[in-house]
């Protein structure tokens, strides 16, 4: 049976993975923290692995235990990660620091998998062809305007320099669905009747089901591809309004306030929610590097490479996605 460790289990995309795995028949390791959460990860045959990336010693240590009794994992996907931190120089820490070290340990125990697949995200390549609205492509250069963007950026300029390392990276755009947090905002602000968008010029669009990323990463390994990058998104592009209109319609509400808010505006109380999160320690949905993914104009990104060498063709557009989240939503009582 191969062997399989998904870091970050306990999150979002890596619950859905845990069990995609399991479904697939593999070995599987939920790589989680001592204090994580384990409500999705409650089904037999998961295998739990504690790793603590911020302590190189401890990490080392940990792998190393692991190893004397299993020797390595066939697969690894590395999901640990943070989307947003009270301290702009967190993204730095986690994202980059800690992903190069647990990369630089399993080199050093002679711990490489088969094949190490590392969700990374569009927002490596910052605003791009804002002019023409063209897709983003593998091959424009990349030029981050978050902090959450570049420090994903060094994490895959780090693992692209590695001689001989059969990584594969996917650069996910907008990920939504069941038991994600951000999207269940705009959502139980619609039900509230209101609707707010950034900036008035022209905007696309582009989402990603969750269940679409986990085929994508899971045709990777099938497909035994190494030393690749992909873009994902559901191949279609959308309106700045096609997100909030499908979840108006699933969730049956009349009268919602549609506001379109100018960016200076957006962007001074972006400003302010950051400051007011690094007084509490505690991170925000709305800080100056969610108001640079907001004002983003151009969201489109070429797929056609993960199409043609993985097989990937997407099974959500955002009206059967939408659908199945705000369902999920309703049924856990979040709406």
Known sequence: ????LITGASGFIGSFLVEEALNK????WAGIRSTSSRRY??????????LDFSQPDKLRAQLSEWKSRAERFDYIVHCAGVTKCPEPKTFDEVN???TKRFIDTLRELGMVPRQFAHVSTLSVFGPAHEDDYAPIREDDHPVPNTAYGRSKLKAERYIQGLPDF???IYRPTGVYGPRETDYYLMAKSIKSHLDLAAGFKRQ???FVYVKDVVQAIFLGIARGVT????FLSDGKVYSSRAFSDLIQKELGVRGVLHVKCPLAVLKSISAAAQFMASL?????TLNLDKYNIMKQRNWRCDITPAERELGYRPEYDLERGVREAVAWYKKEGWL
């Open 166 to 168: 059969p990584y594969v």
């Open 25 to 28: 028949g593999y070995e599987v």
């Open 41 to 50: 990860l409650s089904a037999e045959g998961i295998h739990f692995l504690e």
């Open 96 to 98: 980059y620091i800690q």
């Open 280 to 284: 509490s320690g505690k991170g925000s």
């Open 204 to 206: 696309d669009l582009t």
């Open 227 to 230: 030393r690749r990058a992909y």
């Open 1 to 4: 049976m191969e062997r399989i």
